[in-house]
């Protein structure tokens, strides 16, 4: 796991390097989901590719920006699910990006994963790790990741970043978002998961959320690059992570870019929406 962390880090100082290049556009390319691949999305990709076929211990790899898993060592045994450069279209407005990386043992299932990593790459570059029940935050300083300390969500927090097309909500979502803000919670959302979510993290709770709507009943973000990884580092920091009705990391995957509705937060928060979306 060790080796993995190191790969990570190591792939994380190239794709800042990257993101500081200029002249970066988009790419006539359409990943799995349809989304326009900027030239950065798919320079991360094969970065965190190079960097992850140096390791025995890893099986396969599962990219956002990659149609189907690429079998690396047929004697390993780690599954890494990432997605490369999360909200990467924000670079142009000089916006928080991310790159998100779930860690399986043996196949790409919600139950089986043993550690997810997020890299932030904002003001500074920081990278959350969870694994073996502790969730720590590293700064890079110096070409180096430092450990700063573990991260822990209070009961209740104060941030909602509510996600999706809001016209396109069920009735009773937007009921229950709007009773959150009555009761003086705290719009933060940029429309990058990684920096949203962080900064739940970070500031001692609250609740993000991108729920099925009418235009995206499923939801729009990907188990097994994006849903998961955060469910493990949510839990891990104890708080929750459901699709509306149960935990996330009980759902089976289906197909490599399965979707879920999901819910990360504080147990306060999420107890709220259990018990909305177990009533409707
Ligand atoms: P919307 C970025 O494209 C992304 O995949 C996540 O980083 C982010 O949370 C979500 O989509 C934002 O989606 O529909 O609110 O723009």
């Known amino acids: 796991m060790k080796l993995i962390l190191q790969a990570i880090e190591k792939s994380a100082i190239r794709i800042k390097n990257a993101i500081d290049v200029k002249d970066i556009g988009y790419s006539q390319e359409q990943n799995s989901s349809g989304e326009t691949q900027l030239q950065l999305d798919i320079q991360s990709d094969l970065i965190i590719e190079e960097e992850l076929s ?12 990659k149609e189907l898993p690429m079998l690396l060592n047929e004697n390993g045994h780690y599954h890494i699910a990432f997605d490369p450069l999360d909200g990467s279209s924000l670079v142009d407005v000089n916006l928080s990006v991310g790159s998100i990386f779930g860690i399986y043992d043996g196949e790409l299932t919600a139950s089986k994963m043993v550690a997810s990593c997020y890299v932030v790459y904002g003001p500074r570059v920081e990278l959350v790790f969870a694994h073996e029940g502790k969730v720590k935050l ?3 300083q110096a070409g180096e990741f ?6 822990h969500l209070n009961e209740k927090g104060k941030i909602m970043a509510p996600g999706g097309t809001q016209q ?19 719009l ?9 979510l962080h900064q739940i993290l970070l500031k001692g709770g609250g609740l993000f959320s ?19 990884p955060f469910a493990f580092i949510f839990e891990t920091a104890g708080g929750r992570a459901i699709d509306g009705a149960n935990r996330v990391l009980e759902k089976e ?9 999901c819910f990360f937060g504080s147990n306060y928060e999420v107890s709220v929406v259990a018990d909305v979306y177990g009533r409707n």
Not at 253 to 261: A, C, I, L, Q, R
């Open 210 to 228: 991108y729920p099925g709507a009418s235009d995206k009943p499923e939801g729009k973000l990907r188990q097994l690059f994006e849903v998961f």
């Open 253 to 261: 995957t289906k197909h490599v870019h399965d979707t879920s509705p």
């Open 168 to 186: 396109c909500w069920a009735p009773y979502h937007k009921a229950m978002i709007d009773a959150f803000f009555a009761d003086g919670y705290r």
């Open 138 to 140: 590293y700064l890079l």
């Open 54 to 65: 140096k390791i025995a211990s890893v099986h396969t790899i599962a990219s956002e920006e």
């Open 146 to 151: 430092e450990y700063v300390k573990e991260i």
């Open 188 to 196: 933060r959302y940029s429309g990058g998961m990684v920096p949203d």
